[in-house]
């Protein structure tokens, strides 16, 4: 990211801080988030980010496809990465969050970690440098799934009566301050829900890449032979710091996503109070 954004900057002319030219600090904004069709197939316009989910998607069947495709008792270094990989959601969101029920739900959230992962991911790499998740149609997919998932199991479960009681009437509380809560429950439970789970992984992802691509443009709009060479190397040094700290932010945000699918589907297979 910190590249193409330079690179671009310099082929635009010679902006900096205390030129002769009278130009000022090139702000970035929502700009940044905007892409023109690389192509059009039918009516249908490809952009950046929706090829970089395919290729993300396609990473990800792949990669599995070749870790399993032929597994073997003593797995070799592919197979032994898939592994990992499994048995961590498995075993450290799923059944810590849905115990033993949790199992066939195993893969669902094994394929949207990784998917979610790697389009944020996306955003450090050279050439693509930029995180799919930072726009609001793909987690807003992603948590329409989650939430059709949680929707359908509680009703499954618990038929339409006791979906309603589920996800409504919570347990232990006094007749008298029902009529408060029933309301509250409802609202969070089948709005709130997604919405929140949509906008946490967007407002991360876009915020994030909004900072980096702020600090890399004033690495090189600061960078002149006066002061605004220190300010520059400061502000290139928050820039790779940022980008470190992204990478943890990366991963955590696709952990809590896949986490909390899991709490919401544990809910949906409890039993009716």
């Known amino acids: 990211m910190v590249s193409a954004v330079l690179t671009s900057l310099a082929s635009e002319g010679s902006c900096h801080f205390g030129g002769d030219n009278g130009c000022g600090f090139p702000a970035p904004g929502l700009n940044e988030f905007d892409f023109k069709p690389i192509f059009t197939v039918g009516s249908v316009d490809f952009t950046k980010p929706m090829l970089l989910a395919m290729i993300c998607a396609l990473l990800v069947v792949v990669f599995f496809w070749a870790a399993f495709a032929k597994p073997k008792l003593l797995p070799g270094k592919l197979q032994l990465v898939g592994e990992i990989g499994y048995d961590f959601v498995k075993r450290s969101i799923v059944l810590e969050t849905i115990g033993k029920k949790g199992e066939k739900y195993v893969p669902m959230m094994v394929s949207m970690f990784f998917f979610i992962w790697i389009m944020n991911i996306m955003s450090i790499i050279p050439f693509a440098q930029f995180p799919v998740m930072s726009r609001i149609a793909f987690p807003v997919g992603l948590a329409s799934v989650v939430w059709i998932t949680y ?16 996800l409504c009437w919570p347990s232990g509380i006094p007749g008298w301050v029902m009529f408060i809560l029933v309301p509250i429950e409802f609202f969070s439970n089948i709005i709130v829900r997604p919405f929140t789970l949509a906008v946490r992984a967007f407002a991360n992802m876009f915020a994030g890449h909004l900072l980096i691509v702020v600090f890399s443009v004033a690495s090189w709009y600061l960078l002149s032979p006066t002061l605004g060479a220190l300010y520059g190397t400061v502000s290139f040094g928050v820039t790779v710091g940022l980008t470190g700290f992204e990478l943890l932010v990366q991963f955590l945000q696709a952990y809590i996503f896949v986490m909390l699918a899991s709490s919401y589907i544990a809910g949906a297979l409890e039993e009716a109070h």
């Open 151 to 166: 929707m359908s199991l509680t009703f499954k479960k618990h038929g339409f009566v006791g979906g309603m009681k589920n």
